[in-house]
């Protein structure tokens, strides 16, 4: 999945070595084609066509896998590493240059899943294609509900107090304190265990202080608290990743010091590609204010010294992208107002009262609505926002999805569908726990595990209930992977995990809603 991070040569100094982000067998390479130079000496790229096999596009084939992992060995089955310093060492880097899978530029055209989610549809939607006045219906008996206005009260109870953007402002200090712990680490004025303890202050406080304050701040809206741990959430992920890379960094340096007697230890290399001018680092040359900026704002959760980036800015690309974000941002709020908003109020009543018919028919009522608006929630989010940004950051590596609708797996969907998520889970958890000899099953329950705490994190607190719905939703997912994985296989178990996308979602959004609903208006009915 990456490269092998290359050792450079003895050059300057004794006291420092540097490691690189990128590259293999001694020859620094830009990841977006650039020259390359070792010791000095130019070289002309490979041909920028040219892949490695771990690198092969992973298109679904028919059992739900993607073509590129077909002939892929496992991992355990893979050429060993001579020793722990080349396993670190390849895990420095995670990123190559590909496009998005949705991307007409990605050359990709199975859609195999989407027909069977065809089929799941139109058998849920039967009612609705065979009824045409259900739009009628709702326009007539709520009339035009769609106010884009109103959706700023959202996110502010008071015009004049802002608590959500201040507490996202706030967000700096821990970004700075990593920073200026990983230099002092890189000086050797702090001891690693010094440095780790201050990581796991700065970390804990970034999951414990938003949370704090949104439990204790009244003015804080359920919306700006849920956009507010979400900012916090995917900084506790990045600077867990920036720390652990450049850990490895040390380790590697530690490890080769006794073998060389001098290294460069800044900034290298500038190499050209195309109308940009990308600077090739090596540690500990990274840890600066611009580095640890563009990691912070680039689509991923992963750190590495030297990210793929892309030659130019495509003004036509990036304006696409940009009405996209714009359409679908209203097109969501439309849906939500005039569709979700009176489903759900409709659906309290049977819920106190316990009517279970009634609840069924309004659970698969919403179904459809709640589903929609998650693919277009995903491909806003996905594709359109973090392509948007992706391009305007000139970062390389847009694989932010794979082809998830061919899932025929619950674990082949959890692993394709958020692949930012997927790489950090893989890279920082999973494999860790492989290495130190926990069993799969057991360290694949434990990532599920984690996901499941932050899900309800990222509910419960702006909520400010505490009621485990989305913490047990995701932990059932592992007995729904092992009974679909184990009975179910080929076009029933892309069924399967459609039909637990369509349903369970809208379960999850009802019991919160109910719960809400009777804690602040219990009373008042």
């Known amino acids: 999945m990456s490269d092998r991070a290359e050792m450079r040569g003895p050059t300057a100094r004794q006291r420092r070595t540097t490691i690189s982000g990128g590259g293999g067998g001694g020859v620094k390479q830009q990841a977006n084609g650039g020259k390359w130079h070792n010791g000095g000496v130019e070289k002309p790229p490979p041909c920028p066509?040219?892949?490695?096999?771990?690198?092969?596009?992973?298109?679904?084939?028919?059992?739900?896998?993607a073509d590129g992992e077909k002939g892929r060995q496992p991992i355990?089955?893979?050429?060993?590493?001579?020793?722990?310093?080349?396993?670190?060492?390849?895990?420095?880097?995670?990123?190559?240059?590909?496009?998005?899978?949705?991307?007409?530029?990605?050359?990709?055209?199975?859609?195999?899943?989407?027909?069977?989610?065809?089929?799941?549809?139109?058998?849920?939607?039967?009612?609705?294609?065979?009824?045409?006045?259900?739009?009628?219906?709702?326009?007539?008996?709520?009339?035009?509900?769609?106010?884009?206005?109103?959706?700023?009260?959202?996110?502010?109870?008071?015009?004049?107090?802002?608590?959500?953007a201040c507490l996202i402002i706030v967000s700096n200090v821990f970004i700075l304190a990593a920073l200026y712990i990983e230099r002092r680490l890189a000086v050797g004025t702090l001891s690693e265990r010094s440095g780790w303890i201050?990581?796991?202050?700065?970390?804990?406080?970034?999951?414990?202080?938003?949370?704090?304050?949104i439990l204790s701040v009244t003015s804080f809206t359920p919306v700006g608290g849920i956009l507010s741990l979400g900012i916090y959430t995917?900084?506790?992920?990045?600077?867990?990743?920036?720390?652990?890379?450049?850990?490895?960094c040390r380790e590697i340096r530690q490890a080769k010091a006794k073998k060389l007697t001098r290294s460069n230890s800044c900034p290298s290399v500038a190499q050209s590609n195309g109308s940009a001018v990308h600077t090739h680092v090596s540690y500990p040359g990274n840890l600066t204010h611009r580095d640890v900026y563009y990691f912070v704002f680039a689509p991923t959760l992963c750190y590495q010294l030297n990210f793929p980036r892309s030659p130019r800015i495509r003004k036509r690309f990036l304006i696409r992208r940009?009405?996209?974000?714009?359409?679908?941002?209203?097109?969501?709020?439309?849906?939500?107002?005039?569709?979700?908003?009176?489903?759900?109020?409709?659906?309290?009543?049977?819920?106190?009262?316990?009517?279970?018919?009634?609840?069924?028919?309004?659970?698969?009522?919403?179904a459809v609505p709640n589903h929609l608006i998650w693919l277009i929630f995903f491909y806003w989010f996905f594709h359109s926002s973090m392509n948007f940004v992706a391009e305007l950051l000139q970062f390389g590596d847009r694989e932010f999805y794979r082809d998830w609708w061919n899932s025929e797996t619950v674990i082949y969907f959890w692993a394709n569908w958020n692949i930012p998520v997927h790489k950090w889970c893989l890279r920082h958890f999973y494999k860790p726990m492989l290495r130190r000899g926990v069993n799969k099953l057991?360290?694949?329950?434990?990532?599920?595990?984690?996901?499941?705490?932050?899900?309800?994190?990222?509910?419960?607190?702006?909520?400010?209930?505490?009621?485990?719905?989305?913490?047990?939703?995701?932990?059932?997912?592992?007995?729904?992977?092992?009974?679909?994985?184990?009975?179910?296989?080929?076009?029933?178990?892309?069924?399967a995990v459609w039909m637990s996308l369509i349903i369970g979602q809208p379960v999850a959004v009802l019991m919160y809603v109910h719960d809400y609903y009777v804690m602040h208006h219990g009373h008042s009915t």
């Not at 201050?198 to 304050?213: E, K, M």
């Not at 359409?327 to 569709?339: A, E, P």
């Open 49 to 65: 066509a040219k892949k490695k096999p771990d690198e092969a596009p992973r298109h679904a084939n028919n059992s739900g896998k």
């Open 76 to 164: 355990g089955n893979r050429r060993k590493s001579s020793g722990p310093l080349d396993e670190i060492s390849e895990g420095l880097s995670c990123h190559v240059l590909q496009e998005s899978l949705l991307s007409s530029a990605s050359g990709y055209s199975n859609y195999r899943g989407i027909l069977n989610w065809c089929v799941v549809m139109l058998r849920l939607l039967c009612q609705v294609l065979s009824n045409a006045r259900l739009f009628l219906e709702n326009i007539i008996k709520y009339g035009i509900l769609v106010d884009p206005i109103q959706v700023v009260s959202l996110f502010l109870k008071d015009p004049y107090s802002w608590p959500a």
């Open 198 to 213: 201050f990581h796991i202050f700065n970390l804990a406080s970034l999951l414990i202080f938003p949370s704090a304050t």
């Open 234 to 248: 995917v900084l506790f992920l990045k600077l867990y990743s920036y720390q652990d890379t450049n850990r490895w």
């Open 322 to 366: 940009l009405f996209e974000m714009l359409f679908f941002m209203q097109l969501l709020v439309g849906l939500i107002q005039q569709w979700m908003v009176p489903t759900i109020q409709n659906s309290m009543k049977p819920f106190q009262e316990m009517d279970f018919s009634r609840m069924v028919e309004r659970l698969l009522k919403l």
């Open 442 to 495: 057991l360290a694949q329950t434990a990532v599920f595990l984690v996901s499941a705490f932050f899900h309800e994190y990222l509910v419960s607190v702006p909520l400010k209930m505490f009621r485990l719905w989305a913490f047990m939703g995701m932990m059932a997912q592992v007995p729904l992977a092992w009974f679909v994985g184990r009975f179910l296989n080929g076009i029933y178990g892309n069924a």
